[in-house]
């Protein structure tokens, strides 16, 4: 059985490897490809939809239990895909 995650962006449910890991580290939100950074993780469909509804949510914040602002720079600049 395969592994289920939940969006930060759209709150759906999805296999965990068709989702994007994101960490926090030093309050610098960075996207963990290989889902194999340390620490607790927040998932995101890889699309600018999903990234936007959890900025604008402030999403990244509580799903990764992280008290201060976060920077979110790494994660906008990441090529996401507009969905279709």
């Avoid at 939809?49 to 994660?75: H, K, P, Y």
Wanted: proline share 6%; with cysteine.
């Amino acid at each position: 059985m395969e592994p289920v995650r939940t969006c930060v962006g759209c709150r759906t449910r999805a296999p965990r490897a068709t989702l994007l890991r994101v960490v926090s580290q030093d309050d610098i939100l960075i996207i963990d490809e290989g889902a194999v950074l340390p620490g607790r993780g927040a998932w995101l469909h890889p699309t600018r939809e999903c990234m936007e509804a959890a900025l604008r949510r402030r999403a990244f914040g509580r799903a990764l239990r992280v008290s201060a602002t976060v920077d979110t720079q790494t994660i906008e600049q990441y090529p996401f895909r507009n969905k279709g």
